[in-house]
């Protein structure tokens, strides 16, 4: 861990701001807090990434205002502290940041941050689902299997991959069918791209997890199982602590999306107009395409023979099994909608 002084004016907002306000400042400052200040810049809390996924699992969306989850009991420091001081306060009460006050003004914030040394022992492998047709992308996957269809000149996969790495993941399968040789040339053993590369070879199409039941490896951890055509800003390590520390089985990662009904929207009963909202706006949660299973859930797809991600979710429902989502905020593009950007 390294504890340094960082430059907090990307991470201010005002208490008047939404939750989607919250989410773009801590994608842009990269610090996972957001400082809340009054109309005369006086601090008031700290939001984090985990209250803004509190908050959505809450029922909260983007449009919800930040004084729901905002953290009015943050830990603050006075100005004369210095290092030391501060990563003893830091450590005591288990927190990253730690806000610098004078006269109620923020004036300097620590920041706890990971070393790189921090990513080297992640036991947990990943499984990229690769073997898919790609039907929906017409003459893109002709001859190119989808994974393989490049962005910002490199395909799809190299980039799930290097965002693997720079977490610290160093084992990877992926599952391949519809020109696989295609996939396990460019890739072969993983080397040249600094991780391990394992390859599920499917004789017939299998389905989005029916691939597991070919493991031959036995997996001892948690695992993630992801969609090939995924790329996202999420911070897989989190999720992972997310999964382990809830005792979950399964978990599903969720997008928060809105809609904006582009027509006004009449509610009436037996033809009598009853309301009338102008553009109304609808906020769901959508399948992100990235998964977590602890290894006993390999022994359910086998026994059951299951082949798609809603039987197994809705089995292990069914068997009371402890199924949780992780709301995120972080960029997320299902590129195989996106094929304009996409180049062959």
């Not at 842009?28 to 209250?51: E, M, Y």
């Not at 017939?204 to 029916?210: I, N, R, Y």
Request: glycine content about 6%; aromatic content about 10%.
């Amino acid at each position: 861990m390294f504890i340094k002084k960082v430059n907090f004016n990307k991470t201010v907002i005002s208490l008047e701001s939404l939750i989607r306000d919250c989410v773009k400042s801590l994608n842009h400052s990269g610090l996972q807090i957001v400082i809340v200040v009054d109309k005369k810049k006086n601090f008031l809390g700290t939001i984090t990434d985990g209250d803004i996924r509190r908050g959505f699992l809450n029922g909260l969306n983007l449009k919800s205002s930040i004084k729901k989850i905002l953290n009015y009991k943050s830990v603050t420091a006075k100005p004369n502290i210095d290092t030391d001081r501060a990563d003893s306060i830091l450590r005591r009460f288990d927190i990253t940041h730690l806000p610098i006050l004078k006269n109620r003004k923020l004036v300097g914030l620590y920041y706890k941050g990971s070393a790189k040394s921090k990513t080297n022992n992640i036991n947990s492998k990943v499984i990229i689902m690769a073997g898919g047709f790609g039907k929906r992308l017409g003459k893109l996957t002709k001859k190119t299997p989808k994974a393989m269809l490049k962005l910002n000149g490199k395909p799809l996969l190299v980039h799930i991959i290097e965002k693997l790495k720079k977490e610290g993941f160093k084992e990877i399968y992926i599952s391949i069918y519809y020109l696989k040789k295609k996939i396990k040339d460019y890739f072969s053993n993983g080397k040249k791209f600094g991780v391990k590369i394992n390859y599920i070879e499917e004789n017939s199409p299998m389905g989005t997890v029916g691939c597991l039941r070919l493991l031959k490896k036995r997996l001892d951890s948690s695992f993630f199982l992801v969609n090939c055509d995924v790329i996202t800003g999420l911070n897989f390590q989190e999720m992972l602590i997310y999964h382990q520390k809830n005792k979950s089985e399964a978990t599903m990662a969720v997008k928060n999306f809105e809609f904006i009904n582009p027509y006004g929207v009449i509610a009436s009963k037996n033809n009598r107009f009853q309301n009338f909202e102008e553009k109304p706006t609808t906020f769901f949660n959508i399948n992100a395409g990235i998964y977590l299973f602890n290894p006993a859930i390999i022994k359910i797809i086998r026994k059951y023979k299951i082949k798609s991600v809603p039987i197994l979710f809705n089995y292990l429902k069914l068997k009371k099994k402890k199924i949780l989502t992780y709301p995120m905020y972080e960029s997320w593009e299902d590129f195989g909608l996106e094929i304009k950007k996409l180049k062959p």
